[in-house]
């Protein structure tokens, strides 16, 4: 299972730091990512991180921004979202899986286990 906290309404501009806690004993042999959707529109991979936090992958809209990285010896995979737009609203959910980082990061089948999201909201 995965649980992911630490969404939130923020201004533009702001920063907010998600967190997604896994119960997988073999949680440090899965890729681990961030997906999001917005109201309206499919579902977006934002970013991804390897088995370890030597390989990252980001979708284009978040680079510069964004940092995912992760603890395998606490079963956690962290986004810190910084510089914060409005069109960055969205439900965020955390997966992993065995999707090869970054060749196959943003295919959402790549990722066998989901997080129930998190919401993050940004006014201008």
């Known amino acids: 299972q995965l649980q992911a906290s630490g969404g939130g309404s923020v201004q533009a501009g702001a920063s907010l730091t998600l967190s997604c806690a896994a119960s997988h004993r073999v949680f440090a042999t899965y890729a681990a990512g961030w997906f999001r959707q917005a109201p309206g529109k499919e579902r977006e991979f934002v970013a991804a991180?390897?088995?370890?936090?030597?390989?990252?992958s980001y979708a284009d809209s978040v680079k510069g921004r964004f940092t995912i990285s992760r603890d395998n010896t606490k079963n956690t995979v962290t986004l810190q979202m910084n510089s914060l737009k409005p069109e960055d609203t969205a439900v965020y959910y955390c997966?992993?899986?065995?999707?090869?980082?970054?060749?196959?990061?943003?295919?959402?089948?790549?990722?066998?286990?989901w997080g129930q999201g998190t919401q993050v909201t940004v006014s201008s």
């Open positions: 997966a992993v899986g065995n999707a090869l980082v970054p060749t196959s990061a943003g295919s959402p089948s790549a990722y066998a286990y």
């Open positions: 991180c390897g088995r370890s936090n030597g390989v990252t």
